[in-house]
T-cell receptor, first 112, second 110 residues
Framework: DGGITQSPKYLFRKEGQNVTLSCEQN?????MYWYRQDPGQGLRLIYY???????QKGDIAEGYSVSREKKESFPLTVTSAQKNPTAFYLC???????????FGQGTRLTVV | RKEVEQDPGPFNVPEGATVAFNCTYS??????FFWYRQDCRKEPKLLMSVYSSGNEDGRFTAQLNRASQYISLLIRDSKLSDSATYLC???????????FGKGTMLLVSP
């Protein structure tokens, strides 16, 4: 069953800790994206990758890092430098032919 | 000017009503257009792509007006299950990043 899997669904982080959010897809899509959504707000782009071993900063990359060592995987690390990390994080991948994007179920990160 | 603008609503309609949402975009080079549906605390899900000739999927009709740079979504015979936030999404082409509107909330009541 093809799709995008994000884990965990809920994540709690202590101040000063780094945490890594997982995103895996088996859709054979080249492009993958990380977005952040705050309550009542639209989606904001954190990072994106169009090909393995390459990625670009989005609009709000500060305090985040990514890697793209495999086509299927695009993990996001929320570092201690991110001052307000509590949010809903969404990973997406895009089909080249249609440019339609498909999302994982999201990870809800809370700083405690 | 915001890149993709939508009326945030909420649009409150009774079951069976017809409701229409509009969305305007600022980049005239935009090539692909979509409507996504997002339920509360869930991920966005693709509702339909929007083609230049317009397209229909059951009770949903999407239209694109390139000259005026707006996209519309018409929902006929609204159901309670249509209650959600509808996101307008624009892509300037290829793997270029998608630009999301903030969404329009629809509430369908019995």
């Amino acid at each position: 069953d093809g799709g995008i899997t994000q884990s965990p669904k809920y994540l709690f982080r202590k101040e000063g800790q780094n945490v890594t959010l997982s995103c895996e897809q088996n859709l054979n899509h080249d492009a993958m994206y990380w977005y952040r959504q705050d309550p009542g707000q639209g989606l904001r782009l954190i990072y994106y990758s169009q090909i393995v071993n390459d990625f670009q900063k989005g609009d709000i990359a500060e305090g985040y890092s990514v890697s793209r060592e495999k086509k299927e995987s695009f993990p996001l690390t929320v570092t201690s430098a991110q001052k307000n990390p509590t949010a809903f994080y969404l990973c997406a991948s895009m089909a080249a032919a249609t440019t339609e994007a498909f999302f994982g179920q999201g990870t809800r990160l809370t700083v405690v | 000017r915001k890149e993709v603008e939508q009326d945030p609503g909420p649009f409150n309609v009774p079951e069976g009503a017809t409701v229409a949402f509009n969305c305007t975009y600022s980049n005239s080079a935009s090539q692909s257009f979509f409507w996504y549906r997002q339920d509360c605390r869930k991920e966005p899900k693709l509702l339909m792509s929007v083609y230049s000739s317009g397209n229909e999927d059951g009770r949903f009709t999407a239209q694109l007006n390139r000259a005026s740079q707006y996209i519309s979504l018409l929902i006929r015979d609204s159901k309670l299950s249509d209650s959600a936030t509808y996101l307008c999404v624009v892509n300037i082409g290829g793997y270029s990043t998608l630009t999301f509107g903030k969404g329009t909330m629809l509430l369908v009541s019995p």
